[in-house]
């Protein structure tokens, strides 16, 4: 039989998808342990597993300790169950990020992304009030991780206090922009690319470019409060709405990220204007800013 044949051989085959589906396995294992506190504690566990097999090898070759060897082999199932109590919550942790995956995040509702707005009205409606600058992006359809890359990682809830600590002035992470996915916040000190400075944007600050900038190449919501003025304003398919009245937020939150998103227009392609309900500035994407704008 050649190489060639004994390759593909039906068990040498089989063998060789079982070791890199192990192979897969451990890795995405030990990976997920790195990142969490109970990655020194299996590295205790490995030595003593591998003390445990030694003794095994010894206790096979010498057959004369028959309590030592009966003893672990009584104790060595129950190492199952202590593994689960130890890493119980990297577990659960490890099972919701896979939940959270996005080859599962269809099976995902729109409960989670309800429960979070009303969060993020409060705080956004608290900072407008006290003028503190904030920028949020909500993550959709389209994966924001390449933004996150050099980014804080939070991966905690979505609360008010959350935001409004990130976001208050002097604090190190209230420059870069918050990204939200369902009801967590994922990440902050994100850097998001900039809109183009046309003569519409001459007077628009980072955080409106920014936000018009992402709402541009991808598929998110983009929240922004001016730290100028306090002015709310949201940004979705390359256009922004702007300025929202604080009671008008929450639903107009509501209606941009429970709804289809929208298809982000090309750079080249001019952003129509937008009025929100009760203002009289013009809302601009890429159109002439009005009164008043940031």
Do not use: W
């Not at 967590?184 to 018009?212: K, N």
């Amino acid at each position: 039989m050649s190489i060639f044949d004994r390759l593909f051989d039906r068990g040498t085959l089989g063998m060789v998808i079982e070791i890199i589906t192990l192979t897969a396995i451990f890795y995405m294992v030990l990976r997920f342990l790195r990142s969490t506190r109970g990655f020194g504690i299996l590295r205790g566990l490995a030595i003593f597993f591998a003390f445990a097999f030694l003794s095994f090898s010894i206790l096979s070759i010498y057959p004369g300790v028959p309590v030592l060897g009966h003893l672990l082999k009584q104790v060595a199932p129950y190492l199952i169950l202590i593994l689960f109590i130890l890493f119980q919550p990297e577990l659960r942790q490890g099972i919701s990020r896979f939940g959270r995956a996005g080859m599962f995040r269809f099976l995902n509702t729109v409960d989670e992304t309800q429960q979070a707005i009303p969060q993020v009205v409060r705080a956004a409606q608290r900072m407008s009030k006290e003028r503190i600058g904030a920028l949020v992006a909500f993550e959709r359809q389209v994966s924001l991780a390449p933004y996150r890359e050099n980014a804080v990682t939070i991966e905690a809830p979505v609360s008010s206090i959350l935001l409004e600590t990130i976001f208050f002035p002097g604090a190190p992470m209230h420059d870069g922009a918050v990204v939200v996915r369902e009801d967590l916040v994922l990440a902050a000190a994100c850097l998001l690319p900039l809109a183009d400075a046309g003569e519409s944007l001459g007077r628009l600050g980072t955080r409106h470019r920014a936000a018009l900038g992402l709402s541009q190449e991808t598929d998110a919501v983009t929240l922004v409060v001016s730290e100028e003025n306090g002015q709310l304003a949201l940004c979705a398919g390359g256009v922004m709405y702007r300025p929202i009245p604080h009671d008008q937020l929450e639903d107009k939150l509501n209606e941009l990220l429970l709804s289809t998103p929208p298809k982000p227009k090309p750079e080249t392609e001019a952003t129509p204007e937008v009025e929100a309900p009760g203002s009289t500035n013009p809302l601009p994407g890429t159109g002439k800013p009005g009164e008043g704008t940031i």
